[in-house]
């Protein structure tokens, strides 16, 4: 069949790049980042409150906190910005104190935004917890164990990748780049690796990088993917072909400082920054290998239908994926002007 071809990687991962694309429309790529919600117990009855939230967030969403019943306010609210949301300051009065007391948040579901719950008693203990749409409240006197750090943390850097379309059109170019086997293999755990130094280092303030410049950057590393993969459809040996393992961990680098940025929104417990940080990556890393993996499998799946594709169709992702990261460059670089 001359001018036709069997589906394959390129092709099987075809349809999952336009469900990305479909689901990449909104201006930023991390668009509903999560809310924080932190309370300290400062005396037998009373409380500081710290509510951020993202400036950036779904049209007509309302996220309020629920503080309990037995609680008054104390003065108005300081209102202030803080990086890319909007935090307000308060005292609260609560006779008897938190403990044994529920707190939780209105409004979740349709932001399409989780709140990470952070609480401070005059006892010692840190409680945490991330509080979601079918879970929105929370008992202050649960458990503050690590396991439910690792658990919370890793949830965000779950939920963190696989909102994140422009890390995930990375992820895919490098799959379609490399192929299967062995390069892949060692061409996912370079970028990792590049991700994991540089989310440690910014989160733990040894680097310190403005995120909109980062952004930018990011998505043009995505477009330097994208015209790769234009190169090998027309048989060129590009250099992620020769050194891949050495392209995904240098990039790798840079999107670890994107990764920080999502981060420091929600910001690291204080008494846990160790195990908040792995936990975070943890999560990242089960996203993005979730993410491997239903490429390849419904690349497997399309192998085995029967259709004769059009040659032309082979360069289909690489032009949808450079123009949504071109996109993206202009958009994010025409800001920082």
Request: hydrophobic share 50%.
């Amino acid at each position: 069949m001359t001018g036709r071809t069997r589906p394959g990687l390129p092709l099987g991962a075809f349809l999952l790049a336009l469900l990305a694309l479909a689901g990449a429309a909104p201006a930023r790529a991390h668009q509903f980042a999560p809310a924080l919600l932190e309370i300290d117990e400062i005396s037998a009855d009373e409380a500081d409150v710290r509510w951020k939230q993202p400036v950036v967030r779904v049209q007509g969403s309302q996220l309020r906190p629920v503080l309990p019943i037995e609680c008054e306010g104390l003065g108005d609210p300081e209102v202030q910005r803080e990086g890319t949301g909007i935090r307000a300051s308060w005292r609260i009065q609560c006779p008897g104190g938190l403990t044994g007391k529920s707190v939780g948040v209105e409004g979740i579901a349709g932001s399409q935004a989780d709140v990470l719950l952070r609480i401070t008693l005059r006892d010692g203990r840190h409680l945490r917890h991330v509080l979601k749409a079918e879970a929105p409240s929370f008992t202050i006197d649960a458990d503050a164990s690590q396991a439910g750090v690792f658990k919370d943390y890793a949830t965000l850097g779950v939920g963190h990748i696989l909102l994140g379309w422009d890390h995930l059109l990375f992820v895919l170019a490098l799959v379609l780049l490399v192929g299967w086997g062995k390069p892949l293999v060692w061409t996912i755990t370079a970028f990792t690796a590049g991700h994991s130094v540089t989310l440690a280092l910014a989160s733990l303030g040894v680097v310190h990088v403005p995120q909109a410049p980062i952004e930018a950057a990011i998505a043009l590393s995505i477009y330097v993917l994208a015209v790769e993969l234009t190169a090998t459809y027309r048989g060129k040996k590009t250099l992620t072909q020769k050194a891949p393992w050495a392209v995904a961990a240098g990039f790798g680098l840079l999107h670890g400082l994107g990764f920080a940025g999502a981060l420091a929104e929600v910001g690291l417990p204080t008494a846990e920054i160790p195990l908040a940080l792995f936990s975070f990556n943890v999560g990242i890393e089960l996203g993005q290998l979730a993410f491997v993996a239903a490429v390849l499998l419904l690349t497997a799946g399309l192998r085995r239908v029967p259709v004769a594709w059009p040659r032309w169709a082979r360069a289909v992702p690489a032009y949808g994926i450079g123009a949504m990261a071109a996109f993206w460059f202009l958009q994010r670089a025409s800001s920082l002007l």
